[in-house]
């Protein structure tokens, strides 16, 4: 029962949604429709209206040909050769069917088609209207099928004279097969129908010279006395235009009808699209749409189906799922105090990863010490020495009664132990256990600490280090101990790499911009091994013999954690290079 209700109510709402989409998209569809046919009226009339307008113009220049007069005023043969010529130069120039002079009599002097087997020359046209009105009234124009080619035509005259001493008229004919063409691509029917409602142009030939209406029988008689159409029958076409807008054919195809008046004898142009194309097209949306709509109100009444089910079980789920709360909240409990438990062993688990990670920086600052050791007694032995000397000095020329020599001893004494604390504190400073926490310290500071603690370590290895720091460098937010020990590490490893080496050279450069900082070490030692690549920042890698592993892996999470990276490659002395790059976090260089 339900399935029947469901199904009756479906086909109610689809059908109506139907009957209502189907009439607003058929309104829609002819209206797009009849757009389409009155931009293609307005582009057809326009092209029409033009090519007459551009030949309405000759017969004023022909007048105005001496060679004109002379053949009208003339029974010498010589000037209306002269103008067939002319005539049918300006033919093939302009474009124009015919260009032609006729005398006062009526009779053609002279043709653009004088050469040609339907030459007019000869011809009697004293008949024609077109004659007798620009005889009369200095102008004609007049369509009519041609009397000598058959072919029908609009005739442009113009008088050739004053009407008390006029010598003949100058015709233009012009046909309309090239605008026929043209319609004929643009799909439908368009035509041109006098006055009289008779086709005159036609996309489709076969309806030329039929009628629109029903012609009275007086008038039929004196068009056909006319010969204006020669013995065309002017039979119905067929067209039935109901006058709102649409018509309808023989074979019962019904229109859209654009009608509009023509500045041109009174004619008017009409413009027939078929109807059925936009129908179809507005039944197959209406089909899309029906089959759309009908399968959405079908969802939505499985839906409605399905939710109401869903209720009717959730609500007999509802009593199960609260017997089972209680069970669960004890089991979450459980769960959660296990879940806190085990975030505190993390918690205690990395402490000690933290706690071990210092203590390998440690080990490596401490190993470090144990290779510069010797470069810093080094370093102190010499002021030692001449601390000694100076105080030997000292005593010998207070003996002698000299206390102001005695005092430049003593101020070389004080400069001298001066620099022994700064090599010691810089290297207790090193040695220091634990992570410091940033400071805002000078770039340039940094660098001359590391300097002080490797420096005569390079010396004696006969080794040159040379130092290219940019001229202003900035103060930064950062560890001096844990940058000291990265830039340690590095040039302690360059050291190794070339100390072996004739020419062994190091460069350390130092630059800052409005970004970066970059701290690069490069050598002409032997390289990195290919193979090792990437993975000489990892724990116990190392390319030297002696090796720990543990100096680049500590430098580059050093670098990390200053919010940096550190990387190595190849170096254009010939060896391999480190490139320390850190974001610009810092304050502007003094």
Same mark, same amino acid.
């Given at each position: 029962?339900?399935?029947?209700?469901?199904?009756?109510?479906?086909?109610?709402?689809?059908?109506?949604?139907?009957?209502?989409?189907?009439?607003?998209?058929?309104?829609?569809?002819?209206?797009?429709?009849?757009?389409?046919?009155?931009?293609?009226?307005?582009?057809?009339?326009?092209?029409?209206?033009?090519?007459?307008?551009?030949?309405?113009?000759?017969?004023?220049?022909?007048?105005?040909?001496?060679?004109?007069?002379?053949?009208?005023?003339?029974?010498?043969?010589?000037?209306?050769?002269?103008?067939?010529?002319?005539?049918?130069?300006?033919?093939?120039?302009?474009?124009?069917?015919?260009?032609?002079?006729?005398?006062?009599?009526?009779?053609?002097?002279?043709?653009?088609?004088?050469?040609?087997?339907?030459?007019?020359?000869?011809?009697?046209?004293?008949?024609?209207?077109?004659?007798?009105?620009?005889?009369?009234?200095?102008?004609?124009?007049?369509?009519?099928?041609?009397?000598?080619? %058959?072919?029908?035509?609009?005739?442009?005259?113009?008088?050739?004279?004053?009407? $008390?001493?006029?010598?003949?008229?100058?015709?233009?004919?012009?046909?309309?097969?090239?605008?026929?063409?043209?319609?004929?691509?643009? %799909?439908?029917?368009?035509?041109?129908?006098?006055?009289?409602?008779?086709?005159?142009?036609?996309?489709?030939?076969?309806?030329?010279?039929?009628?629109?209406?029903?012609?009275?029988?007086?008038?039929?008689?004196?068009?056909?006395?006319?010969?204006?159409?020669?013995?065309?029958?002017?039979?119905?076409?067929?067209?039935?235009?109901?006058?709102?807008?649409?018509?309808?054919?023989?074979?019962?195809?019904?229109?859209?009808?654009?009608?509009?008046?023509?500045?041109?004898?009174?004619?008017?142009?009409?413009?027939?699209?078929?109807?059925?194309?936009?129908?179809?097209?507005?039944?197959?949306?209406?089909?899309?749409?029906?089959?759309?709509?009908?399968?959405?109100?079908?969802?939505?009444?499985?839906?409605?189906?399905?939710? $109401?089910?869903?209720?009717?079980?959730?609500?007999?789920?509802?009593?199960?799922?609260?017997?089972?709360?209680?069970?669960?909240?004890?089991?979450?409990?459980?769960?959660?105090?296990?879940?806190?438990?085990?975030?505190?062993?993390?918690?205690?688990?990395?402490?000690?990863?933290?706690? $071990?990670?210092?203590?390998?920086?440690?080990?490596?600052?401490?190993?470090?010490?144990?290779?510069?050791?010797?470069?810093?007694?080094?370093e102190m032995n010499q002021p030692v020495a001449a601390i000694r000397t100076a105080a030997e000095n000292g005593f010998k020329l207070l003996r002698r009664g000299q206390p102001d020599r005695a005092s430049a001893n003593l101020k070389l004494i004080v400069s001298l132990t001066q620099r022994i604390g700064a090599i010691t504190g810089e290297l207790l400073s090193y040695a220091?256990?634990?992570?410091?926490?940033?400071?805002?310290? &000078?770039?340039?500071?940094?660098?001359?600490?590391?300097?002080?603690?490797?420096?005569?370590?390079?010396?004696?290895?006969?080794?040159?280090?040379?130092?290219?720091?940019?001229?202003?460098?900035?103060?930064?937010? &950062?560890?001096?101990?844990?940058?000291?020990?990265?830039?340690?590490?590095?040039?302690?490893?360059?050291?190794?790499?070339?100390?072996?080496?004739?020419?062994?050279?190091?460069?350390?450069?130092?630059?800052?911009?409005?970004?970066?900082?970059?701290?690069?070490?490069?050598?002409?030692?032997?390289?990195?091994?290919?193979?090792?690549?990437?993975?000489?920042?990892?724990?116990?890698?190392?390319?030297?013999?002696?090796?720990?592993?543990?100096?680049?892996?500590?430098?580059?999470?050093?670098?990390?954690?200053?919010?940096?990276?550190?990387?190595?490659?190849?170096?254009?002395?010939? %060896?391999?290079?480190?490139?320390?790059?850190?974001?610009?976090?810092?304050?502007?260089?003094?």
């Open positions: 029962m339900r399935i029947v209700i469901f199904a009756v109510v479906l086909a109610l709402v689809t059908s109506v949604f139907a009957v209502t989409y189907s009439v607003a998209t058929r309104k829609a569809e002819l209206a797009a429709a009849r757009a389409e046919a009155e931009r293609r009226a307005s582009l057809e009339i326009g092209a029409l209206v033009a090519d007459v307008d551009k030949f309405r113009v000759l017969p004023f220049v022909l007048i105005e040909l001496p060679d004109v007069v002379a053949a009208l005023s003339s029974e010498s043969g010589s000037a209306s050769r002269r103008l067939d010529l002319k005539l049918a130069a300006l033919a093939r120039q302009t474009g124009a069917t015919v260009l032609y002079a006729v005398d006062a009599t009526g009779t053609d002097r002279s043709a653009s088609n004088a050469r040609g087997a339907d030459s007019f020359v000869g011809h009697d046209f004293r008949f024609r209207p077109y004659f007798v009105d620009a005889m009369r009234v200095g102008v004609g124009e007049y369509f009519a099928q041609g009397t000598v080619t %058959g072919r029908p035509g609009l005739f442009l005259a113009r008088r050739v004279g004053t009407k $008390a001493a006029a010598l003949g008229v100058v015709v233009v004919k012009i046909e309309f097969d090239r605008i026929e063409r043209l319609w004929r691509t643009g %799909g439908g029917l368009s035509l041109v129908a006098d006055p009289d409602g008779i086709v005159i142009i036609c996309s489709d030939p076969k309806l030329r010279f039929q009628s629109l209406s029903q012609l009275p029988s007086t008038r039929r008689a004196a068009i056909s006395r006319s010969r204006q159409f020669g013995n065309a029958s002017l039979a119905d076409a067929g067209i039935k235009l109901d006058g709102q807008g649409f018509a309808t054919d023989r074979s019962g195809l019904r229109y859209l009808v654009i009608e509009r008046r023509l500045p041109l004898l009174g004619w008017r142009h009409v413009r027939l699209e078929p109807i059925q194309p936009a129908i179809d097209s507005a039944n197959a949306r209406v089909r899309l749409a029906t089959l759309i709509f009908g399968l959405a109100v079908s969802a939505l009444m499985v839906l409605v189906a399905w939710s $109401a089910t869903r209720q009717r079980r959730n609500e007999a789920a509802r009593a199960s799922l609260e017997q089972q709360v209680s069970r669960r909240t004890s089991e979450l409990t459980d769960a959660y105090n296990s879940l806190r438990a085990e975030a505190e062993e993390r918690e205690r688990a990395d402490s000690r990863y933290r706690a $071990a990670r210092e203590e390998l920086a440690q080990a490596n600052r401490l190993g470090s010490i144990g290779t510069i050791t010797a470069s810093v007694a080094h220091r256990r634990g992570r410091l926490g940033p400071s805002t310290i &000078a770039l340039d500071d940094i660098v001359n600490g590391v300097l002080m603690l490797v420096g005569d370590s390079f010396r004696r290895a006969g080794v040159v280090l040379e130092v290219d720091r940019a001229p202003c460098l900035p103060r930064i937010r &950062a560890s001096r101990i844990r940058l000291e020990q990265v830039l340690v590490n590095i040039l302690q490893n360059a050291l190794d790499a070339v100390a072996d080496r004739d020419g062994g050279f190091v460069r350390l450069e130092v630059a800052a911009d409005d970004d970066m900082i970059r701290m690069s070490v490069h050598d002409n030692g032997p390289g990195l091994p290919q193979e090792l690549g990437e993975t000489v920042f990892l724990p116990f890698v190392t390319g030297k013999a002696h090796g720990t592993g543990l100096g680049l892996g500590i430098s580059r999470e050093i670098v990390a954690d200053h919010g940096g990276t550190l990387t190595a490659g190849a170096s254009p002395l010939g %060896g391999a290079a480190f490139h320390a790059t850190f974001p610009r976090f810092f304050e502007v260089c003094s």
